[in-house]
């Protein structure tokens, strides 16, 4: 049982470059959720997803799509990259995201620099 | 270590003693409250969580505090040791999938 896994760890990228982040999960949760971390800042929620086929906006949404064609990956992907996105991401899993957040597992993170 | 901790307020307790980290949440209406713990290079994991018909509750040398009169919402560490050295922030939650999350303070633990 790995949890929640990310890729890459880190990532440089050139303003207008693509790329997806990747996530997984192998404890079969329906909810998966990507969130940014800045400095000064709270986590920030990104886009989420109830289960396999359904995704939905956060609170920033912008610059960022997501698919969840399976229960088990949840991959965010990054357009057109730019200054802005340089951030730590993380991805988090539950059954539920409703008031059971000791069931919520964080990934350990990729860092994107975007220059 | 994560540049995330560079603006975060810092709480150093000699090891042993009791931490106190405090929150101040934003909305009257959230209902549901969590604690993480955040090492360096790691994801936040879940310390504990207070739903708000509750003022107190425990855990394993954790103790969180409920005040909703002040918005206020406390972490008690029992007998700190080396391994409590993190960041800890605080959540609140008022709707589904709606969490707001703290800035969270830094722990340090001095020998």
């Known amino acids: 049982n790995a949890g929640v896994t990310q890729t890459p760890k880190f990532q440089v990228l050139k303003t207008g470059q693509s790329m997806t982040l990747q996530c997984a999960q192998d404890?079969?949760?329906?909810?998966m959720s990507w969130y940014r971390q800045d400095p000064g800042m709270g986590l920030r929620l990104i886009h989420y997803?109830?289960?396999?086929?359904?995704?939905d906006q956060g609170e920033v949404p912008n610059g960022y799509n997501v698919s969840r064609s399976t229960t088990e990956d949840f991959p965010l992907r990054l357009l057109s990259a730019a200054p802005s996105q340089t951030s730590v991401y993380f991805c988090?899993?539950?059954?539920?995201?409703?008031?059971?957040?000791?069931?919520?597992?964080f990934g350990p993170g990729t860092r994107l620099l975007v220059l | 270590g994560e540049s995330v901790g560079l603006h975060l307020p810092t709480l150093s307790v000699q090891e042993g003693d009791n931490s106190i980290i405090n929150c101040a949440y934003s909305?009257?209406?959230?209902?549901?409250f969590i604690w993480y713990k955040q090492e360096s290079g790691k994801g936040p994991q879940f310390i504990i969580d207070?739903?708000?018909?509750?003022d107190k509750r425990q855990g394993q040398r954790v103790t969180v505090l409920l005040n909703k009169t002040v918005k206020h919402l406390s972490l008690q560490i029992a007998a700190t040791q080396p391994g409590d050295s993190a960041v800890y922030f605080c959540?609140?939650?008022?709707?589904?999938?709606?969490?707001?999350f703290g800035t969270g303070t830094r722990l340090k633990v001095l020998a």
């Open positions: 988090a899993s539950s059954w539920t995201p409703d008031r059971a957040a000791e069931t919520q597992y």
């Open positions: 909305n009257s209406a959230s209902d549901y």
């Open positions: 959540a609140e939650m008022h709707s589904a999938y709606k969490y707001i």
């Open positions: 207070i739903r708000s018909n509750m």
């Open positions: 404890m079969n949760h329906e909810y």
């Open positions: 997803s109830v289960g396999a086929g359904i995704t």
